[in-house]
């Protein structure tokens, strides 16, 4: 929960001010007195009369009604003053600053969990411990520099790590991007970075707040809230986009099946962010270029023209931008012959257009001016421009700054010079202006931004066997007996062929007179048949059926035979791992062997919708091989979603469901049947 009094507080008192400007006391108190908070600033020191010229209390409790608390003082006396600010003081927002809590050892962590517990008592926001802060246009409580100029149309920052917010914001500002709001949420003891998110969530104004949102995350401690709020700020217009650091795999957790195997808890943050909408981005460079590319007018299409006097970082940027989806389309010579005219002898206008190094300012604004105006198919516009050294770029930044501000199209500018044309690019940013470095930093945000996944949605209804799914899977652990298995999937409508699962030589026997050849015989019992020879395919004789069967019964945990009908066609996997924490994670691809070898899956996180079980198919490599290729039926991509959604619906009502490996599926145009089944409770 946070309080209004976090956000716009009448009253702030730094406890453990300083003069000293090389502590946190100290530099909290600096920033804020020449910062723009407008209310009654105190100061808590108990050796001096008066600190940073203002007037100081000795100690906490002499204190009058204070609004927000900064506590910059040792972390063994947290606890109390917290006691004394939120039970005396009426105190609802509470910042700490200090360190020396969970990240050390057990008796910092029952500090934490102690504050934690007062703030739940009394109804307030514990910001920190071990942060750097948090500032907004009405008060900058942080002890870091840099402290921007806090505007609302900016972009919204929440960090896990003090540090890594600070060299987010360096990053960031030095390309002109700006910034509404910055929280740091440290060790996130009583408020994480999915609080700080629901909060703007719950009171956002789309007159005023950011639209916008950057998030560091260091762990998912709330996915639902995340994706929640996540979704619902989307729909309200905002674009996210947020780094996941400590990625971490299953390699040191048994799994009962190839999907426990293959799939990590850093897939399962990939699946929650592209179910929220949320663009991930892996470093501090990419999460700020987005950022940047979110703070221009979004590209509502997928066309782009390239305006430059350099002609290698053109070339760097169209293929960043081909390779990603995106396209630099070439442009007719009857359409832009009258922009060449203007153009000095030489420079080319079949995009990218290249004005040459001697181009001028002027010939830039006509370049701009034709792209947005006279090209219909151009979409975005994207203008390099540099500097050799020869003369100041100042004319062509204005040219830039005043194309942007009305243009009907994103304009991004690409300013490399930054020794050349340092001060016309300080000039850019000081008048408003975001830029980029470096092409292909820019071709890949967009490649990121046009590309992302609008958040999913799924209706939920009860499924129409839910009583018979819970008498199968409640109770029990391990390993489902393969009847059972394969009763779940009869009942959650996935088909598969006839079969019988037999015990004894005489029954294997009559199975097959029933099924008729050619069968397929494998072991009941072991969970990976084909590792341990628990598989024959194509027995199309009588005189091999009792040989067969045992071999099979001699394999080590043997309980029995499964005779089936073979199946043919283009074998497909479908698998599900349940993610502590988040949930299950459904994926798909290429069955039998082929997932363990080319490993080509896709994952979502459940539930999911046909059109997110359909995205999944699409975007496998082997998608051209599932359709159909070179005169080889293919199978109806429908009927793989369909199957992906019923599987989807069954974990629904089985969220005891841990693994589970339907390997293979065997497709054919309309059909698709299940010929194996594995899954753990």
Request: hydrophobic content about 45%; charged content about 20%; aromatic content about 4%.
């Amino acid at each position: 929960m946070i309080t209004l009094q976090l956000v716009d507080p009448k009253s702030i008192a730094v406890i453990g001010a300083s003069d000293n400007l090389q502590k946190p006391g100290g530099k909290v108190l600096y920033n804020l007195k020449r910062g723009t908070f407008a209310g009654n600033l105190f100061a808590v020191n108990p050796n001096a009369t008066a600190v940073q010229g203002t007037d100081t209390f000795k100690e906490v409790s002499l204190l009058p009604q204070t609004d927000l608390a900064i506590l910059a003082i040792p972390a063994k006396l947290c606890l109390d003053t917290m006691r004394v600010l939120l039970e005396e003081k009426g105190t609802k927002a509470v910042i700490v600053l200090s360190a020396g809590f969970s990240e050390m050892g057990a008796e910092g962590k029952r500090l934490e969990h102690a504050m934690c517990e007062l703030a739940d008592k009394h109804h307030a926001t514990l910001i920190g411990p071990n942060c750097v802060g948090v500032m907004n246009p009405l008060h900058q409580s942080v002890f870091t520099t840099p402290v921007p100029r806090l505007e609302w149309d900016g972009a919204t920052l929440i960090s896990s790590s003090g540090a890594t917010c600070v060299f987010i914001m360096e990053s960031a500002l030095s390309k002109g991007l700006k910034f509404s709001a910055v929280y740091s949420v440290g060790n996130a003891a009583h408020t994480c970075v999915e609080d700080v998110l629901e909060y703007i969530n719950e009171n956002y104004d789309a007159t005023k707040d950011s639209k916008t949102i950057l998030m560091y995350i260091e762990s998912v401690k709330k996915p639902e809230k995340l994706q929640k709020n996540a979704a619902e700020l989307i729909a309200k217009g905002c674009r996210i986009a947020a780094v996941k650091s400590g990625t971490s795999d299953a390699g040191g957790r048994a799994a009962a099946s190839h999907t426990g195997a293959m799939l990590n808890s850093d897939m399962a943050v990939e699946a929650l962010f592209r179910k929220s909408g949320i663009i991930r981005c892996h470093s501090r460079g990419e999460l700020t270029a987005v950022g940047a590319v979110m703070q221009h007018p979004r590209l509502q299409g997928k066309n782009i023209g390239i305006i430059t006097h350099a002609g290698g970082p053109a070339v760097i940027l169209t293929d960043v931008l081909s390779n990603g989806g995106l396209e630099v389309p070439h442009l007719p010579e009857a359409e832009t012959a009258t922009l060449l005219e203007k153009l000095f002898d030489g420079s080319s206008v079949a995009n990218p257009i290249d004005i040459l190094a001697t181009g001028t300012a002027e010939q830039l604004q006509e370049c701009i001016r034709f792209c947005d105006r006279e090209l219909d198919m151009i979409d975005g516009i994207v203008v390099i421009f540099g500097s050799p050294g020869l003369f100041s770029n100042a004319d062509a930044y204005h040219v830039i700054l005043r194309e942007q501000a009305q243009s009907t199209k994103p304009i991004y500018a690409v300013l490399p010079s930054i020794i050349n044309a340092k001060e016309d690019m300080d000039m850019f940013v000081k008048e408003g202006g975001v830029f980029f470095e470096d092409e292909a930093v820019l071709g890949n945000a967009l490649v990121k931004d046009r590309t992302y996944t609008e958040p999913g949605k799924h209706i939920l209804t009860t499924h129409p066997h839910v009583a018979r799914i819970h008498e199968i899977v409640t109770g029990r652990e391990g390993l489902l007996p393969t009847p059972l298995a394969l009763e779940l999937l009869d009942l959650a409508g996935i088909k598969r062929p006839q079969e019988a699962i037999v015990n004894s030589a005489d029954e294997t026997l009559a199975a097959a007179r029933e099924l008729g050849f050619p069968l397929a015989m494998k072991v009941v019992g072991p969970a990976h048949k084909s590792e341990v020879g628990g598989v024959i395919l194509n027995v199309d004789s009588m005189d091999v059926i009792t040989p067969n069967y045992e071999h099979l019964m001699a394999i080590a945990g043997a309980e029995g035979v499964q005779m089936s009908q073979m199946v043919s066609g283009i074998e497909v996997f479908i698998g599900v791992k349940k993610e502590p924490g988040f949930g299950h994670l459904i994926t798909c691809g290429l069955g039998g062997i082929f997932v363990e070898v080319i490993k080509d899956i896709r994952y979502a996180l459940a539930p999911i919708n046909h059109e997110e079980a359909l995205n999944m198919v699409r975007s496998l490599k082997s998608y051209p091989i599932i359709r159909g290729i070179r005169g080889k039926k293919g199978i109806d991509e429908q009927v793989i979603a369909d199957t992906l959604c019923k599987v989807s619906d069954l974990l629904l009502a089985a969220p005891e469901i841990e693994e589970m490996d339907i390997n293979p599926l065997m497709g054919c145009e309309q059909q698709l049947a299940a010929v194996d089944v594995v899954v753990k409770l």
